[in-house]
């Protein structure tokens, strides 16, 4: 296996292409980590969410940390970390244009926007819900990223050819 | 999708099922997320590390957070996300038992730790590696699950015959 860091463009690509990680938010130095969808443009995370503890955790300390992986197998997976801060996207007249930005991006996956939105429900089952548009603004990144080297290679034919 | 909290009892099978997380620590209120492997039993998760970031954070700052999901397709998927405190298992006489337990746990997936192990190469290519265990003591644990209800196998069947 051959492991080696991704360059800056690389780590780019690959956020653009994915849109399902984990999100790290932190209170009183107790750190929290959910699933998220998102959708990215270099620098920038656009997600959603209802209101809940990642939401409130996020509005007090707007540090956070998304990883996004993508395993293939052992010997082939990328693995992105990312560090920002958070900005809530409020409904309000001077978001206008990123929010639309937001949508724009968001509404390509729009099928597990309805899907992570279903999922929360249960929780506000009494009450009407208020979907919450967010951008994590990328400070810092890093990616690695694995693929089978010759020896590896060399084992999977001798399986392959028996 | 019906989606439900999952039992305590769910949340320990799921996780002795699975192997693979993302674990959550923080320093100075700033999150850092990572993937993880590891090995659980009721309560307990075991994992281990070369040293860097993740271990020098969660030796200052214990409290860390563990998350886990599979997601089999959009509406069918389960997380577990575990809060818990960070113990570090050394070479001592102290913690014999305890590292022979949490060996005998993660030799059932002993191929993925030489895979991790090995990630974890480039960066200490000029220095011995020291591999280090660890355990977390879950204090609290939430899950929920999701599964395609008669209205999405309706939309399955329709699709499956026509």
Redesign the interface.
Known sequence: ?L???MTVKQCHEFLVRMD?G?????HD???????IYFAYEPDRLYGFSTLGRKIEWMRS?P?????V?E?ID??SWN?V?A?GRYEELPNASQYVSERQRAYKLLEKRF??WQ?AY??E??RHAHQPSLTILYCIHVAEMTG?R?EPDQFDAGRTHQKISG
């Open positions: 296996m492991i080696e860091e399902f984990r999100l790290g938010c932190v130095n107790q750190p929290y980590v959910v699933p300390n540090r956070v940390c998304v990883e992986d395993v052992t010997k693995c970390i560090s099928l597990w899907t279903a999922a429900q249960p690695r694995a």
